[in-house]
């Protein structure tokens, strides 16, 4: 086997990338290619340059992807110590629908190191290093290990025509990007996880993560290491009672997300049981909800051709006529959210309601994912519940009018989306609990996107510091 | 400096103690073995030598998927360093499928998550408990 090892540069990194507000940070990332000859990063597959990317072959492109990623990293962070990956990309679980894009780790926690903030709390092998100012454990050894899929999209039983984008300038498409998927894995294996068990509470080795010194449980106002297992089994599934309790983030969270909660706001003569404010999910594509609302008549759309799904064909004289100028309901299902938007929008919509077809227990609508950025008009779901509420309201609509009014907008609670009443950070504590997903995430009501939620949204950047995102602010509070 | 390391399976039948020159972070060690015999602490025979160097291969989790760790591993530093060598469950894994309209769903999950959320996408379920599968999950 031929083992590669690459530094990542912070000469690229900061020259090529443009990062700003870093501009003490130094942290040398090394890259340990362990994949054999010819296949992985050493595949030799011809492959033409894409999105900033130079590579001329599929293994030199998958390679500057993954420096790349390092690199952002290398240059938000600082330590004295290299921070060692050792990386690869081989074939991982696939079918012809669904996929493992990869895994990353840290190696190692450590505990009672020289200069550890806390006594007996777990860290992460890279942030120890930092904060020891010193490499510990074995010489050389990986901090972090990291594996990807190298079949992504390349057959018939892995996810085909779904494969990595390997551009560096988050035009992905369809495709995934890689560099964002990276990043967030990359993240975990700094340092961005408890080691603790969120589904039973128990501390790893009974210590717990320096993680656990700054999240709370808002219903006791405890933090999770003062908690007892029992009670840290419950905070795992608050849903919006668990919160970050670390200055920095919580410092950032006017400048990075949106103040208020997005809601539509329903009203009028015919609006019967739906009348009220509910919650809604926002759209990765089209403009975001606005403190401004926008207020119309709505309108359903019908499904046009048998099996073809409400708004999935372009819009007939009926449809448009009933959504001109008007916020159309549209059923989630059959096609994409944003290619339902899309014809509503053609057909002169101002707006677009998704009702969702699945109940879920949420505190809120999960988000609409699509990569249509060309869209003018917003978008968002609401709750099955609501959705039958809604639809039974228009029941008795005539073509043209419906009698129900909504207000779409940031009119839901004198809040962030995404942060509790007193400005914390939300964090993932979904009911069921969902291991690993949460507690080890931001929430997913976080808005605008954040990087470390547990779903890649498809209008993520690359950053990885205010105004977009709070990803290193969070590092910081741990210790970085 | 002495560190010890603690395999809590049957993965080595010695208790192995690393002698290291000067700290916790210096590098290679000198190896001692405790006699199972005798008690005394001596230098590992040929087979011995042998076992330490696969299982600290493993350890290292230098290679891949392959070397990932199973059994957590605690290392005993004699400074007071306590280094826990993690294990797959440690690891975070990015999954994804697609919608029947086309759309992704991107989870984040921890190993035996990630298996059984592969495992519930396997062509073998019936297309009905697929489909349910799929509408759980429904990201789009």
């Known amino acids: 086997m031929t083992t590669k090892q690459l530094i990542a540069t912070l000469a690229l990194a900061g020259a090529s990338l443009g990062l700003t507000g870093t501009a003490q940070a130094a942290a040398t990332i090394v890259i340990n290619n362990t994949n054999a000859a010819g296949v992985g990063f050493n595949d030799t597959t011809p492959a033409t340059p894409v999105g900033g990317n130079p590579g001329t072959t599929l293994g030199a492109q998958r390679l500057f992807a993954f420096t790349y990623a390092a690199n952002l990293w290398g240059a938000t962070l600082t330590s004295s110590q290299p921070i ?16 493992t894009l990869g895994s990353a780790g840290a ?31 074995t010489a050389n050894a990986a901090q972090i290990t990291a594996s990807f899929n190298s079949n992504l999209g390349l057959n018939a039983n892995c996810l085909p025509g779904r494969g990595w984008y390997l551009g560096l300038d988050g035009n992905h498409g369809t495709d995934i990007d890689f560099v964002v998927v990276l990043l967030h894995e990359m993240g975990h294996g700094l340092g961005f996880q408890t080691f603790t068990n969120g589904s039973s509470g128990a501390q790893s080795g ?18 999770w290491y003062e908690m007892t297992n029992a009670e840290r089994a419950a905070s795992a599934i608050s849903m919006d009672k668990l919160v970050w309790t670390g200055p920095n983030v919580t410092a950032a969270i006017p400048n990075v997300l949106k103040f208020g909660l997005a809601s539509a706001t329903f009203s ?12 809604v999910g926002e759209a990765d594509f089209g403009p975001a909800l606005g403190s401004s609302p926008i207020y119309g008549e709505v309108m359903p759309v019908t499904e046009q051709t048998a099996g073809a799904g409400e708004g999935c064909e372009p819009f007939n004289a009926t449809n448009a006529r009933a959504v001109q100028g008007k916020v159309a309901f549209i059923t989630l299902g059959v096609c994409t959210a944003s290619t339902k938007t899309r014809n509503a929008e053609n057909a002169g919509a101002i707006a677009v309601i998704i009702g969702d077809t699945v109940a879920e227990t949420a505190v809120q609508p999960i988000p609409l994912g699509g990569w249509d950025r ?13 959705a039958v509420k809604l639809r039974t309201a228009l029941a008795k609509r005539s073509r043209t009018a419906s009698g129900v009014f909504v207000s779409l907008g940031r009119n839901g609670g004198a809040q962030y989306a995404g942060a509790d009443p007193f400005g914390r950070a939300l964090m993932y504590a979904p009911n069921p609990f969902i291991s690993g997903s949460s507690v080890s995430h931001f929430d997913r009501t976080m808005f605008r996107n954040q990087l470390m939620e547990p779903n890649i949204s498809n209008d993520l950047g690359q950053g990885l510091i205010p105004p977009t995102d709070m990803t290193f602010l969070l590092m910081q509070d741990i210790g970085w | 400096m002495k560190k010890t390391i603690s395999v809590s399976a049957g993965a080595l039948a010695l208790a192995f103690t690393l002698l290291a020159p000067l700290s ?10 405790r006699d199972p015999v005798t008690g005394e602490m001596r230098g590992p025979t040929a087979a011995e030598a042998a076992a330490f160097a696969k299982a600290e291969a493993q350890l290292r989790l230098g290679s891949g998927s392959k070397a990932i760790v199973k059994t957590p591993v605690e290392i005993r530093y004699a400074d007071g360093t306590v280094e826990t060598k993690l294990d797959e469950d440690s690891m975070m894994f990015s999954v994804v499928s697609a919608n029947e309209d086309g759309t992704l769903n991107f989870d984040c999950l921890p190993a035996q998550e990630a298996k059984q959320f592969m495992k519930d996408k396997a062509p073998a379920k019936s297309a009905s408990k697929a489909k349910a599968a799929a509408k759980v999950k429904h990201d789009h």
């Open chain 2, 24 to 33: 916790a972070s210096a590098g290679e060690a000198m190896r001692v073995v």
């Open chain 1, 374 to 386: 060309t869209l003018t008009i917003p978008a968002s779901r609401i709750f099955l519940t609501d």
């Open chain 1, 268 to 279: 009028g003569s015919a609006a019967g049981a739906i009348a009220g404010t509910v919650r």
């Open chain 1, 84 to 99: 060692v990956i050792n990386a690869s990309m081989t074939p991982l679980t696939c079918t012809a629908t669904s996929a």
């Open chain 1, 107 to 137: 190696t190692s926690s450590f505990r009672n190191f020289a200069n550890a903030p806390y006594a007996n709390t777990q860290y992460s092998y890279a942030l120890a290093n930092k904060l020891a100012g010193a490499y510990l454990g």
């Open chain 1, 206 to 223: 009974g210590f717990p993560s320096i993680w656990d010194r700054f999240l709370m449980g808002s219903a006791t106002g405890k933090l």
